[in-house]
């Protein structure tokens, strides 16, 4: 059978240069269409990533140059005249995320979107792929989730597979466990001394809760956990069998570190548990206009409320569910994202449909007027996946949950992968278990009101309350302190070698009926050089109405008059009033 085959080396690690070479065999075509994606699946902006092919040449068996046009930012025309061709190209790769590549001296990273050119004519063949290592680098480990076969090549059905299973080949540490049949990989870039057993054994109640939520047969039989630890640096993006993770690498447990879970490690833990759960929910079961995506350009829906805001919702759920974090600290891990979405004016403007089609232009491309101007679907979708289970449980007299609508979802789009239409969460209630969610979905999906959550919290025992925040960084989640913001500023604002710089500026507060602006430099508050903190509690400890502010825009020194506005109350914590109903609502329900 004809195939594809790819082949990828390291060039220059120095450099950040890759070399990979494309063998295309002879076709009844007389021209052949070569080009490279220009966002990647799961990432829902347009990157350009043929901006990293450097050099590109095509030749014909007998060694001889061919005819080569490049006919737009991302495609090339090559005369074949239907004789077999071999590519040549060069790729830089210094992206140091999960999107695109990355190549230094310690590891290799490398999304095949950014890598390996698709035959327009041929994109069904099969592909095969080999990895060489120069002799320099031959301690390097290779780690991807494509299979292998045994002339050590990786192989795929298509091109669409080829570029779905990211490749890492480095220095990295690595530990495995095997969950209900399913084998899981944990690589670490690097040698920092990570704890991985204490990892895998964390892991191994989110594996098998996934995996029985979704039931049996399991859609891979091996998955790869890559992640590249960094100095900083903080993110996730799912593929069919694997994923790609970047995280601090000492935000994680040591080798002989042990106790209390941290913050920074319940963070992973839950980012790991949000991309495992994609496997189903995104890269199996989505949106129809996903099935077979236009990877040149944007492709609209505004299903992503579903997508990532429902996996935002079983991602923390599960570690209280599992018992990796305590049943209060989950409703904090809630009431902080509550307060994320509070303060957000943008919620009021924006709905989650909307933001979930305009991804591509206003949530990946964000700017400080973002909090003022659009909502999140991963914040608010995950908000609705709360009320919407509730609210199931209500109308079905506890008998039906946002668990059966999941498992739902799966057998009748998921399993055979045919992609959902617009409205298939409330199509979806009313025919399965006939019940009615339109007013509900229509109002908070479709409009901007806020998930009515405290009609339904009574039923699982828990009460919803808000206070002032603490001060700038007080994320909401706890109950009030005895200091909090008396008179909040209503701005972002980070320490400058002298006075604060203004990063965000909220609508309607005082800072913004100040007429302070992005990147202002606040310099003195009522005649005082102010920081921070200073800067709050000079404002707490007021009674005038207004104050001077001193503020440095762009070389010219403003006097302003500061409006003191009274407290608000925009943190969010929750209480547990019946420990019983609680547990119960936190049990994994049955399958109907």
Known sequence: MNCLHYA?????????????????????????????????????????????????????????????????????????????VTVSYTVYAFDLSVRAAYLNDEYGFINGTSAFLQVQELSDLPCKLRISLPNTLSHWQIETSMPSNDDDEYVSANYQELIDHPLFMGECVTDAIVVNGVEFVFLYSGNTPINTQRICQDMIPVCEHHLELFG????????????????????????????????????????????????QYITFLSLCCHELFHTWHVKRLRPQVFLSPDLSTEV????????????????????????????????????????????????????????????????????????????????KGGIIAFGLDLLLREKSHNNITLDHLMRALWEQYGKNEIGTPDHVIETLCQNTFNIDITDFVNSVVYDTCDVPLSNWLSNIGVSLHTRPKNGLTDKGGTPPASAYQIHPLGAMIKNAETGVTVQVVFEDSAACQAGLQVNDRIIALDGWVVNDVL??????????????????????????????????????????????????????????
């Not at 049996?216 to 091996?222: D, F, G």
């Not at 006097?559 to 019946?578: G, M, Q, S, W």
Request: aromatic residues 10%; contains cysteine.
């Open 216 to 263: 049996e047969p399991a859609p891979v039989q091996r998955y790869v956990f890559m992640t590249l630890l960094s100095d900083t640096g903080f993110g996730g993006l799912e593929h069919r069998s694997s994923t790609a993770l970047l995280y601090p690498r000492f935000d994680l447990p040591l080798q002989r570190e042990g106790g209390k879970r941290t913050d």
């Open 8 to 84: 990828l080396s390291v060039q220059s690690c120095a450099a950040h240069l890759f070399a990979v070479s494309l063998s295309i065999p002879a076709t009844e075509q007389k021209s052949l269409t070569l080009t490279l994606p220009s966002w990647i699946p799961g990432s829902y902006m347009v990157r350009d990533f043929a901006k990293n092919i450097i050099t590109l040449d095509a030749t014909d068996s007998n060694g001889q140059a061919l005819p080569t046009t490049k006919t737009d930012k991302q495609t090339w025309q090559i005369e074949s005249l239907g004789n077999a």
């Open 300 to 379: 609209y829906t505004p299903q992503l409320w579903i997508y990532e805001g429902f996996t935002s919702f079983y991602d923390d759920l599960t570690l209280a569910r599992t018992g990796l974090i305590s049943p209060q600290k989950y409703l904090e891990i809630v009431a902080q994202n509550l307060t994320r979405l509070h303060v957000s004016a943008g919620r009021k403007k924006q709905s989650v449909a909307s933001s979930s089609f305009d991804a591509w232009t206003k949530f990946y491309k964000q700017d400080a007027s973002a909090p003022n101007n659009i909502v999140s679907y991963y914040t």
């Open 535 to 592: 800067l709050q509690r000079l404002l707490n400890q007021t009674s005038a109405s207004s104050l001077p502010i001193t503020v440095l825009r762009d070389g010219r020194l403003l006097n302003l008059a500061l409006p003191v506005l009274p407290k608000r109350e925009e943190a969010c914590y929750f209480t547990i009033d019946d420990e019983d109903k609680f547990a119960d609502w936190l049990t994994v329900p049955k399958a109907r």
